[in-house]
C-alpha cells in the first residue's frame, strides 16, 4: 500500500539512476520501486533491505544483480531525507516538498491540500496516509448484535451512534463470518452520511448513486426499526452495482425500488415524482479515501478535479445534482456527499448549483435541523454534533486513526 501510494515519486527517483531506463525489465523495475519502498520509508536496517531486493531481483532476472545492487544502495540517503521530512510535518514546520516525500502524494495534490486545509490538516493527512485505516462495522440487520462481534474476537467498541462498533481486532475479519451475518464494513463518516440521509418518519427517500447499497441499507434499517419505512427508490448507473443492492435489501427484508439508469435522466423512470429527501452520493475523485485506495494518488488527473465547468467529473457532479433536485418536494431536503478531500469537488459543486437556475429554489438547511436528529438519542445527537454536523456542511476534520474524509452539504427546497 504505502509503495502504491508513493509509487510516481519512487519510480523517478528509481529511473533517475538507471542509465537506460527504457531497456529495465518491468518486473526488475517493479523490484527496485518496492526496494525503494522499504529503503526510504520503513525501518528494516538499510543493508538487509538492499541484499533483500537484491535477491529478489536476482531470482526474476539474474543478469540484473550487479544493477539492483548499485542502484538500491545509491538509494541509501532517502531514509534520512523522508525521516527529516516526517519531523518538519510533525512540527508543522513544513513545505510542500516535505508534504510530498512524507505522504508520498503526487505534488499537486499536496499543494491543494496545503492551500485548502492549511498545515495542520495536511500534516495529520500526510502522516496518516502511512497508517492502516481504521476498520467499523454497520449491523444492517435488526437483530445485529455487539455480543456476536464479541464472540468472534473482533473486540468491537461501539461508538455513541445506533447499529456501528469499531474493531480493535480487524485481522479476525475474514475468518469470523460476520459478514455473512448481516454486518457490512463501512467508515465512520460514510455512515455519518447515511444516518444525515434518513428521511422524516414514513417519509420517501430518494439515492442518486446507490452503488451496493450500503448507504441505503443504513437508513432504511434506521426507519425500518422505527416503524417508519416509507418508499425507498435508489438509482445507479452501473448495473452490476444495482444487482448487487437488490440482492442486499433483500436479504435484509427492506422493500426498496432499485433502478439501473442515468441520474443525469431521472425523469425517464421516475416521472414527476417527488421525494421528502432526496441524496445525491456523487462519483468523486475518492481523493478521502486514499488510505484504502493508495492506487487513487496517482492515477488521478490534476486536469479532471478543476471547478465545475472547467472539469468533467465536477460538471458531471453537478448535472446529478440539478437534475436530482427537480424530484425534491417543497420543504424537503436535498443532501450532496462525496468522498473527496477537494473544494473542486464539494463546496463549488454546491456553489455552482445555487447560484444557476435550478439552485434557485433552495436554500442552505442546517445538518443538525436533519429529519434523523429527531430520530437518535442525545448521545447520538451530541456525537454527530461533536464530529462537525452543525451547520449546513459536513467536512471530515483529519484526526490521527481517525475516519476517511467526507463532505457532505444540505439544502431545502423552499419554492416549488
Ligand atoms: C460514491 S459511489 C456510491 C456509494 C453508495 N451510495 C454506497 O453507499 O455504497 C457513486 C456511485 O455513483 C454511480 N454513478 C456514476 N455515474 C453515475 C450516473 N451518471 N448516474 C447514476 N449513477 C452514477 C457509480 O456507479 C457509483 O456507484
Same mark, same amino acid.
Given at each position: !500500500?504505502?509503495?502504491?501510494?508513493? *509509487?510516481?515519486?519512487?519510480?523517478?527517483?528509481?529511473? @533517475? /539512476?538507471?542509465? *537506460?531506463?527504457?531497456?529495465?525489465?518491468? &518486473?526488475?523495475? $517493479?523490484?527496485?520501486?518496492?526496494?525503494?519502498?522499504?529503503?526510504?520509508?520503513?525501518?528494516?536496517?538499510?543493508?538487509?533491505?538492499?541484499?533483500? #531486493?537484491?535477491?529478489?531481483?536476482?531470482?526474476?532476472?539474474?543478469?540484473?544483480?550487479?544493477?539492483?545492487?548499485?542502484?538500491?544502495? *545509491?538509494?541509501?540517503?532517502?531514509?534520512?531525507?523522508?525521516?527529516?521530512?516526517?519531523?518538519?510535518?510533525?512540527?508543522?514546520?513544513? @513545505?510542500?516538498? $516535505? +508534504?510530498?516525500? =512524507?505522504?508520498?502524494?503526487?505534488?499537486?495534490?499536496?499543494?491543494?491540500?496545503?492551500?485548502? &486545509?492549511?498545515?495542520?490538516?495536511?500534516?495529520?493527512?500526510?502522516?496518516?496516509?502511512?497508517?492502516?485505516?481504521?476498520?467499523?462495522?454497520?449491523?444492517?440487520?435488526?437483530?445485529?448484535?455487539?455480543?456476536?462481534?464479541?464472540?468472534?474476537?473482533?473486540?468491537?467498541?461501539?461508538?455513541?451512534?445506533?447499529?456501528?462498533?469499531? +474493531?480493535?481486532?480487524?485481522? &479476525?475479519?475474514?475468518?469470523?463470518?460476520?459478514?455473512?451475518?448481516?454486518? =457490512?464494513?463501512?467508515?465512520?463518516?460514510?455512515?455519518?452520511?447515511?444516518?444525515?440521509?434518513?428521511?422524516?418518519?414514513?417519509?420517501?427517500?430518494l439515492e442518486v448513486g446507490v452503488g451496493r447499497g450500503?448507504?441505503a441499507?443504513?437508513?432504511?434499517?434506521?426507519?425500518?426499526?422505527?416503524?417508519?419505512?416509507?418508499?425507498?427508490v435508489c438509482v445507479d448507473a452501473s448495473a452490476e452495482r444495482v444487482l448487487e443492492a437488490r440482492d442486499r435489501f433483500?436479504?435484509?427484508? /427492506?422493500?426498496a425500488t432499485l433502478v439501473h439508469g442515468e441520474g443525469r435522466d431521472l425523469?425517464a423512470h421516475l416521472? $414527476?415524482?417527488?421525494?421528502? !429527501?432526496?441524496?445525491?452520493?456523487?462519483? =468523486?475523485?475518492?481523493?478521502?479515501?486514499? &488510505?484504502?485506495?493508495?492506487?487513487?494518488? #496517482?492515477?488521478?488527473?490534476?486536469?479532471?478535479?478543476?471547478?465545475?465547468?472547467?472539469?468533467? +467529473?465536477?460538471?458531471?457532479?453537478?448535472?446529478?445534482?440539478?437534475?436530482?433536485?427537480?424530484?425534491?418536494?417543497?420543504?424537503?431536503?436535498?443532501?450532496?456527499?462525496? =468522498?473527496?478531500?477537494?473544494?473542486?469537488?464539494?463546496?463549488?459543486?454546491?456553489?455552482?448549483?445555487?447560484?444557476?437556475?435550478?439552485?434557485?429554489?433552495?436554500?442552505?438547511?442546517?445538518?443538525?435541523?436533519?429529519?434523523?436528529?429527531?430520530?437518535?438519542?442525545?448521545?447520538?445527537?451530541?456525537?454527530?454534533?461533536?464530529?462537525?454536523?452543525?451547520?449546513?456542511?459536513?467536512?471530515? *476534520?483529519?484526526?490521527?486513526?481517525?475516519?476517511?474524509?467526507?463532505?457532505?452539504?444540505?439544502?431545502?427546497?423552499?419554492?416549488?
Amino acid at each position: !500500500m504505502g509503495a502504491t501510494l508513493a *509509487k510516481g515519486h519512487l519510480e523517478a527517483r528509481v529511473l @533517475s /539512476l538507471v542509465r *537506460k531506463p527504457s531497456s529495465l525489465e518491468p &518486473r526488475v523495475r $517493479d523490484a527496485l520501486i518496492l526496494g525503494a519502498y522499504e529503503i526510504g520509508y520503513l525501518s528494516t536496517p538499510i543493508g538487509v533491505a538492499v541484499s533483500q #531486493w537484491v535477491d529478489a531481483v536476482g531470482s526474476t532476472s539474474p543478469r540484473a544483480i550487479g544493477l539492483a545492487n548499485a542502484v538500491l544502495r *545509491k538509494l541509501s540517503p532517502l531514509r534520512s531525507e523522508v525521516l527529516g521530512a516526517r519531523s518538519r510535518v510533525v512540527q508543522g514546520t513544513l @513545505s510542500v516538498d $516535505d +508534504l510530498e516525500l =512524507c505522504s508520498g502524494l503526487p505534488e499537486w495534490l499536496c499543494a491543494r491540500f496545503l492551500d485548502e &486545509r492549511g498545515s495542520e490538516a495536511s500534516a495529520t493527512i500526510a502522516l496518516g496516509l502511512a497508517e492502516a485505516a481504521p476498520a467499523w462495522l454497520v449491523g444492517v440487520i435488526s437483530d445485529a448484535r455487539m455480543g456476536v462481534l464479541e464472540d468472534a474476537g473482533l473486540e468491537p467498541k461501539a461508538e455513541a451512534l445506533p447499529g456501528i462498533w469499531r +474493531l480493535g481486532n480487524p485481522a &479476525r475479519l475474514e475468518s469470523s463470518h460476520v459478514l455473512e451475518r448481516g454486518f =457490512c464494513p463501512e467508515d465512520l463518516s460514510a455512515f455519518e452520511i447515511a444516518l444525515a440521509s434518513v428521511p422524516k418518519p414514513g417519509g420517501s427517500r430518494l439515492e442518486v448513486g446507490v452503488g451496493r447499497g450500503t448507504k441505503a441499507l443504513v437508513a432504511a434499517t434506521l426507519s425500518s426499526e422505527r416503524g417508519a419505512l416509507g418508499r425507498f427508490v435508489c438509482v445507479d448507473a452501473s448495473a452490476e452495482r444495482v444487482l448487487e443492492a437488490r440482492d442486499r435489501f433483500a436479504r435484509a427484508g /427492506l422493500p426498496a425500488t432499485l433502478v439501473h439508469g442515468e441520474g443525469r435522466d431521472l425523469e425517464a423512470h421516475l416521472g $414527476d415524482e417527488r421525494f421528502s !429527501m432526496v441524496f445525491v452520493d456523487a462519483p =468523486c475523485s475518492g481523493t478521502g479515501t486514499m &488510505r484504502r485506495h493508495p492506487e487513487i494518488a #496517482w492515477n488521478l488527473d490534476p486536469s479532471s478535479v478543476e471547478a465545475p465547468g472547467h472539469a468533467p +467529473l465536477p460538471q458531471l457532479q453537478l448535472e446529478l445534482l440539478e437534475e436530482a433536485s427537480r424530484h425534491v418536494e417543497e420543504d424537503g431536503y436535498l443532501l450532496y456527499a462525496t =468522498c473527496s478531500a477537494l473544494r473542486e469537488e464539494n463546496g463549488q459543486v454546491v456553489e455552482a448549483f445555487l447560484s444557476g437556475e435550478a439552485g434557485s429554489r433552495f436554500e442552505r438547511a442546517g445538518l443538525d435541523e436533519l429529519p434523523v436528529f429527531a430520530q437518535l438519542g442525545k448521545d447520538a445527537q451530541d456525537r454527530l454534533k461533536a464530529d462537525g454536523f452543525f451547520g449546513s456542511e459536513f467536512s471530515t *476534520k483529519p484526526v490521527p486513526e481517525g475516519p476517511d474524509l467526507h463532505y457532505l452539504a444540505a439544502l431545502r427546497r423552499v419554492h416549488a
